[in-house]
T-cell receptor, first 115, second 113 residues
């Protein structure tokens, strides 16, 4: 079974540009999460999809961030326009069933650097 | 805001030593998980503890959930160089999006031969 994959692995862009990150969850996993870690800080939750619906987007920092999961398969996270403070590692995770005993499987992350 | 304070931030020990990593909060969590992360990879789940006072063992690793479900510890016995890595605790809140994980900042462990 293939794990969670993320593309690209690294991205270097200039302030004001747009970047789109992609996450392919494990096949059959309805739950998809986005998290990010900025330098020196803990990993923080961004949002949670159940299939194609946004279940919880309380962690999205501002309206420069747009997440989509059309068709309930892969997801994209677009940052437009990117700011310096958006630099960090963006992780995607997926799970089959949410709940107390849920296991979220994490992808390797996308390292974003905004110059 | 729910926070998980993890300590120590860094730990450098010799092979064969024992160590304990702590994860503390003023908030109650429905469950708490411990992850290990290698460079260039995402966190990988080690264990989930759910019940207050619960103790789980994974070979030389012992995980405990506090009675009040506000804190947890990870104890490694006779550490090996292969235990080197970043250890993260993560709690699942009771409310306000109970599926999301609240992470601690991590403990970076180095075990020297």
């Amino acid at each position: 079974e293939a794990g969670v994959t993320q593309f690209p692995s690294h991205s270097v862009i200039e302030k004001g540009q747009t970047v789109t990150l992609r996450c392919d969850p494990i096949s059959g996993h309805d739950n998809l999460y986005w998290y990010r870690r900025v330098m020196g800080k803990e990993i923080k939750f961004l949002l949670h999809f159940v299939k194609e619906s946004k279940q919880d987007e309380s962690g999205m920092p501002n309206n420069r961030f747009l997440a989509e999961r059309t068709g309930g398969t892969y997801s994209t996270l677009k940052v437009q326009p990117a700011e310096l403070e958006d630099s960090g590692v963006y992780f995607c995770a997926s799970s089959r069933q949410a709940g107390t005993q849920e296991t979220q499987y994490f992808g390797p992350g996308t390292r974003l650097l905004v110059l | 805001t729910q926070l998980l304070e993890q300590s120590p931030q860094f730990l450098s020990i010799q092979e064969g030593e024992n160590l304990t990593v702590y994860c503390n909060s003023s908030s109650v969590f429905s469950s708490l998980q411990w992850y290990r992360q290698e460079p260039g990879e995402g966190p990988v789940l080690l264990v989930t503890v759910v019940t207050g006072g619960e103790v789980k063992k994974l070979k030389r690793l012992t995980f405990q959930f506090g009675d009040a479900r506000k804190d947890s510890s990870l104890h490694i016995t006779a550490a090996q160089p292969g235990d080197t890595g970043l250890y993260l605790c993560a709690g699942r809140p009771f409310s306000g999006g109970y599926n999301k994980l609240i992470f601690g900042a991590g403990t970076r462990l180095a075990v020297h031969p």
